[in-house]
Nanobody, 123 residues
């Protein structure tokens, strides 16, 4: 059974940091491009970042460039999103997703999705 288990979300003050984890089971992440997406209340889902399966190329939405870092540990079959300098507008449910093929910020291209983890940035 293919499954993602996400963790690391929570409540943090503006300027703080969180690290999200996404552990995969039922398949091997090695051959998959992995993405992080988020959805705030009343808003459409948006892409945050993705990382390719091979050379580890990364892509970021302009809104998080310089603050977020995506990484993967294929040995642990786990994906990470390090989030620094968090802002209230980063508040959302964050999802990891996987697809065979190249990295893309189009969510509809992803086949497997995590259940989401809530990130709240507030003082």
């Amino acid at each position: 059974q293919v499954q993602f288990v996400e963790s690391g979300g929570g409540l943090v003050q503006p300027g703080g940091s969180l690290r999200l984890s996404c552990a995969a089971s039922g398949f091997t992440l090695d051959y998959y491009a992995i993405g992080w997406f988020r959805q705030a209340p009343g808003k459409e889902r948006e892409a945050v970042s993705c990382i390719s399966s091979s050379e580890g190329s990364t892509y970021y939405a302009d809104s998080v460039k310089g603050r977020f870092t995506i990484s993967r540990d294929n040995a642990k079959n786990t994906l990470y999103l390090q989030m620094n300098s968090l802002k209230p507008e980063d508040t959302a449910v964050y999802y990891c997703a996987a697809r065979l093929g190249v990295c893309t910020l189009f969510g509809t291209a992803y086949r497997y999705w995590g259940q989401g983890t809530q990130v709240t940035v507030s003082s």
